[in-house]
């Protein structure tokens, strides 16, 4: 009989150390989840587009280079990783809701001063890693344009280029075929919406952006090469906001033969955005998610959601006051101008000579790197004060990261995101 107590207590206790082993282990991968969500971690649910891991992770990928110069209250002059370069405020469409429409005055990068930029950044080499270039205006129409990415690319330096899509001469081709992924911005997926607000004089551009692209998807195939991996970027307004318009864009990417479409929210021109609610948007995720598989083109819809949401609440302050992607320079922006600024955001909503480190037109791209002045400007940077900032979510993750996390990370995420140089 008192065996059979103790065998009972025994059975007991055993039963309820294991639940509670199972509890706490449980607990312990809920913990790392969260964890590894918050870090940026190497899956991410945001993964849509083919090959890449998520911009979150991109930050994990530079883990080595990171010198966490934020947390001492200093300005890093090491070379940066990604630079963002607008050759031109020039543009051979006229989007109404462009962001640039404001403030552009046909400037762009002299050659001269376009070249030299090129050679400084190879001379970082292996440090700069990528070259973004886009605009401002259409990068393709600048005289430079393909010259620079040869030259840039030979080095081994990748190359992104945000177009419109619209110019394909033989040289912008083959300047194409070099580059590590092209984004063509279509913008919308009706002929009428594109000759109302892009290209009223010339309506044959809208068929001529979707040759385009088609046509460098094939020659690539017959290349037999895997690069550019080529997108079509769309910015959703009031004529694209129904259902049928946003199947209509997946349609188009097949037909266009693009790698992925992304769907962006019109942040500018209040009278063009979207008027539905963002609870009737977020309903179409499983329907459009479900057309895009069985068609078999990736899309990448949250992000809209995410940004739409984010425009219709205007500005989102950031909890932070320095800004440690500009602060640890691992990010450069060159404007049409010729001057270099801490960011896109600044240079659009603030327009003011204190945020500007100088000018290429007037100094060497290292020069201005490692000048006082730069280090001036970026110590008056006041990041919950900065206007609708792209990088928000790079620096949250800079703020929060774990040191011995994100150097054991790296090797995977640059295995895993055939992107990872690019921030
Ligand atoms: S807008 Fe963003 S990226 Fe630009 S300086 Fe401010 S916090 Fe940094």
Redesign the pocket.
């Known amino acids: 009989m008192v065996d059979r107590k103790k065998r009972y207590l025994l059975s007991f206790l055993i039963v309820r150390t294991f639940s509670l082993f199972l509890i706490l282990l449980n607990s312990y991968f809920r913990k790392l989840l969260n964890y590894l969500e918050d870090t940026g971690g190497i899956r991410m649910s945001n993964v849509t587009l083919p090959g890449t891991t998520g911009v979150r992770n991109r930050i994990l990928g530079h883990a080595s280079r990171l010198e966490y110069s934020w947390k001492r209250g200093e300005v890093s002059t090491s070379a940066p990783v990604c630079i963002e370069i607008h050759p031109t405020n020039r543009c051979n469409l006229k989007c109404v809701f462009c962001s640039y429409n404001d403030i552009r005055q046909g400037e762009y990068l002299p050659v001269p001063a376009f070249r030299d930029l090129v050679t400084d950044l190879i001379n970082c080499t292996p440090t700069v890693k990528s070259v973004i270039l886009s605009g401002g205006g259409e990068p393709s129409v600048h005289p430079y344009f393909s010259e620079a990415v040869h030259r840039l690319v030979d080095a081994g330096i990748e190359v992104g280029v945000i177009t419109n899509g619209v110019l394909l001469t033989e040289k912008i081709k083959q300047a194409y075929l070099k580059c590590s992924w092209i984004r063509i911005s279509i913008d919308v997926p009706w002929e009428e919406t594109y000759v109302r607000l892009m290209s009223p004089h010339k309506p044959e551009n809208f068929k001529q952006v979707i040759k385009n692209c088609k046509i460098l998807s094939d020659e690539r195939r017959r290349l037999n090469q895997d690069w550019p991996t080529i997108g079509l970027a769309y910015i959703m307004t009031k004529d694209s906001q129904s259902d049928e318009a946003f199947f209509k864009c997946i349609d188009i990417g097949v037909e266009s033969k693009a790698d992925y479409i992304m769907y962006r929210a019109l942040l500018d021109l209040e009278s063009e955005q979207i008027t539905r609610p963002l609870s009737e948007l977020r309903e179409l995720l499983p329907k459009l998610e479900k057309y895009a598989n069985n068609v078999g083109m990736p899309h990448q819809f949250e992000h809209f959601l995410n940004e739409f949401n984010q425009n219709s609440q205007k500005h989102v302050p ?1 909890h ?1 006051k320095e ?1 440690p ?2 602060q640890d320079g691992i ?1 450069a922006y060159v404007a049409a101008t010729g001057d270099v600024v ?5 240079y659009k909503e603030l327009m003011d000579d204190e945020w500007k480190y100088g000018n290429i037109k007037d100094m060497s791209f290292n020069e201005i790197w490692n000048s006082k002045l730069r280090e001036e400007v970026i110590k008056r ?1 006041n ?1 919950s004060a ?7 979510v790079q ?1 949250k993750i800079l703020s929060e990261i774990d040191e011995k996390y994100a150097v054991n990370v790296e090797k995977e995420i640059q295995m895993e995101d055939i992107h990872w140089k690019f921030l």
């Open positions: 950031t932070l800004c992607i500009v990010y801490p960011c896109y955001a600044i940077i990041a900065c206007p609708f900032c792209h990088f928000q620096n």
